[in-house]
């Protein structure tokens, strides 16, 4: 598994998906090898997604994806590019 995780800082990011939570459900899914996709509203407003795919080349897709998402759909909005970090995960917990 390869995780992806965009840091946005503080914006609008995560109202404006709340709004538009089914196309951006739909449109993860079209990634290849997509696993999980999540988005974390911090305490300080913040905003950090985490895809998890098969491989790199999915998880780098989800990057293209979203920033081509966010273009096309939130152009109004105030939202920076992210800060990405990226790696093979080395475990994971789940229930």
């Known amino acids: 598994m390869y995780a992806t995780v965009r840091n946005y800082g503080q914006s609008d990011l995560v109202a404006q998906l709340r709004q538009h939570e089914d196309a951006v459900k ?3 899914g079209t990634v290849p090898g997509f ?3 999540y988005i974390v ?4 407003g913040g905003a ?3 895809t998890v795919c098969d491989d790199q080349a999915g998880a ?3 990057n293209s ?3 081509g998402w966010i273009r096309d759909n939130l152009a ?3 939202i ?4 990405i970090s990226a790696g093979e995960v080395a475990f994971s917990v789940t229930s």
């Open 26 to 28: 739909s449109l993860m």
């Open 60 to 62: 780098d897709e989800s």
């Open 76 to 78: 109004g909005a105030s």
């Open 65 to 67: 994806v979203a920033a």
């Open 48 to 50: 950090v997604s985490v």
């Open 35 to 37: 696993q999980a996709y």
């Open 80 to 83: 920076p590019a992210p800060t």
């Open 41 to 44: 509203e911090t305490a300080d």
